[in-house]
């Protein structure tokens, strides 16, 4: 597609419920980030996928998280036994390889909320 | 830690008047600096970049002056208008190295009163 698609767009999980959130990144884009945003903290990283190379896990906040990205193109994030502390937006964007220095195209974002 | 410090947190301007954003950071090691514009329900769009090797950036009203010894960088919106309400996040990153991200700070909501 033209842009980063996420699905679903909204989602509602019970505490302690597993939840998969999608992102298709744009065709032919290397690098895919996932960050979370809540109220106030701007936008947190959560994990970086460029190319084969490992991903960059750094920005994980615990092992309830986890995300792969399958054949460098469409990727999910994990997280297991979610907690309300969990809800937020998660954002997922996509780019060129960072020497090319382009911007990140950011989709729309999945809006958890943990009841 | 937090490594890219933006403020203010929001900011009312009239319309036609100048809306500064600062951002200040600390890795000495980041050579790349982007801001992003976010409208609500949407993912933030990058709106205008620099790296350290010149001291400003301008395309049309947004413009982004960068001071490297101070470690701070701003973005101006001159005329501002009132489709210009957003929120803004500055961001930086080792952009010349593969395998990082940028780190934002924590946005400044932009109203522009008509």
């Known amino acids: 597609g033209a842009g980063v698609s996420q699905s679903p767009s909204n989602k509602v999980t019970e505490k302690g419920k597993d939840v998969e959130l999608r992102c298709d990144p744009i065709?032919?884009?290397?690098?895919l980030y996932w960050y979370r945003q809540s109220l106030g903290q701007g936008l947190e990283f959560l994990i970086y996928f460029q190319g084969n190379s490992a991903p960059d896990k750094s920005g994980l906040p615990s092992d309830r998280f986890s995300a792969e990205r399958t054949g460098g193109s469409v990727s999910t994030l994990t997280i297991q036994r979610t907690q309300q502390e969990d809800s937020a937006v998660y954002l997922c964007?996509?780019?060129?390889?960072?020497?090319?220095?382009?911007?990140?195209?950011f989709g729309s974002g999945t809006r958890l909320t943990v009841v | 830690q937090q490594q890219v410090k933006q403020s203010p947190q929001s900011l009312i301007v009239q319309k036609g008047g100048i809306s500064i954003i600062n951002c200040a950071y600390e890795n000495t090691a980041f050579d790349y600096f982007p801001w992003y514009q976010q409208f609500p329900g949407k993912g933030p769009a990058l709106l205008i970049a620099i790296r350290p090797d010149v001291s400003e950036k301008k395309e049309g009203r947004f413009t982004i002056s960068f001071n490297k010894s101070a470690k701070q960088f701003s973005l101006h919106i001159m005329d501002s208008q009132p489709g210009d309400s957003a929120t803004y996040f500055c961001?930086?990153?080792?952009?010349?190295?593969?395998?990082?991200?940028?780190?934002f700070g924590k946005g400044t909501t932009l109203s522009v009163s008509s």
């Open positions: 964007a996509s780019s060129l390889a960072w020497k090319d220095g382009t911007g990140y195209t």
């Open positions: 961001a930086a990153s080792r952009g010349h190295q593969a395998g990082t991200a940028l780190i």
């Open positions: 065709s032919g884009h290397t690098a």
